[in-house]
């Protein structure tokens, strides 16, 4: 039997700033402050999300992090299977060499934006470390990989789409399964 | 994008997106690892039936820089010149699973000729007088960070004045295609002995004299005199070429001090572009040279990043 099946919001816009705010604690707790940090989002909502973690890192250390981001269009491992995407373009304020680089997503699901974020970085240099960071974590991984950071884990049948909505790319922030 | 083979057909958000990915990969180049596995497993074959340093270079550059196997077969030295057909040529490296050929030859046409023989992509290289539509993209991407470095964004109210032997120039021909299709006026400056027959239908201007649009051009074009012509008759002498059509450094001093020089090499200096104008602070010619490597990677990426089935 099937029916229609009805967007919900798991998250609303409090809720994901909660998250936000204790992840920001969770890296400065892990990295014993804010030195070396730098934090590099994977377009599109990575880059918000690495935004708005640097500005909770300041709020709560008083210390600016730095900000980037990391395009991983020809890093995919699909490239070759969908039509030619568009390519973004990859800043990173300084170098990544012997930083603490935290990535950051807005969901992880199978684990291949991930992986791709990690061959790109690769051809950057040699951070010290890598930590990521995500706002959902819906499950089904299909490679050996996991967050460090985590805003909340949902559990999710394949099927479902989890949608992560942000004021900076879509005029309200929220978190939807559909 | 299939293939990419004049710049007629480009439309104005395929050309953008040409140029916007450039950018990306210029970014690129400037990293310690300039090198990117888009390509990775891809074949392209670089088929040159004419002398090329820049050009095959830059292409040849572009498709390593993109991880792309590729493979140099010059016309001389191969199986070409022991009088094999192009189309033998093209369908007997085909088989060896090619998946892009880059292709230069004198005859005008010819390289659309090769979408008829093989399934690969093809990308003109430069083809008799008609076209070579990477020439332009470069021109183009060097153009527009010229504007930007003056804080212009758009290519609206923009006047690119292309100099000399429109005749016999591949290099205009594209130039003209798409700095229209990007919304620049373009006027071309031609003895009338070297202006193409139909230019009338060219929707630009044609002027003779040079000096008539020193002022108002945002960037001046000035194209190779090519030595066979020198002696064709299609001007007295080169010392009176250099005097009507030459820019010397009286003319560079007349340009808007916005304007920029472009040159698609290789120049012959005190001919049609004085050293002067060549080393000028406002000359783009190694710019030029330099977008080569990233407009190119940036084609390549668009014809073979994808799926092919696609465009099939």
Redesign the interface.
Known sequence: MTQAVEARVVLDADDVGRAIARMAHEILESNRGAAGLLLLGIPRRGVPLAHRLAAAIDTAEGVPVAVGEL?IT??RDD????????????RVPGSVDDRVVVLVDDVLYSGRTVAAAL?ALN???RPRVVRLAVLVDRGHRELPIRADHVGTVLTTKAAEVVDVHLDETDGVTEVVVR | MRHLLDTYDLSLADATRLLDTAETMADVLTRDVPKLPALRGRTVVNLFYEDSTRTRGSFELAEKRLSADSMNVAAKGSSVSKGESMRDTLLTLAAMGVDAFVIRHPASGAVAQATNWVGAHIVNAGDGWHQHPTQALLDAYVMRRHYRSLGVEGWQGKTVAIVGDVLHSRVARSNVWLQKTLGSRVVLVAPPTLRPAGVADWGVDVVSDLDDVLGEADVVMMLRVQRERMEGGFFPSTREYSERYGLTPDRVARLKSTAAICHPGPMNRGVEISSAAADAANSLILDQVAAGVAVRMSVLYHLLGGTDEEDR
């Open positions: 395009d020809m890093y490239l070759r299977r969908r039509p030619t995407l568009p390519v973004g373009r990859t061959d051809d950057l240099g």
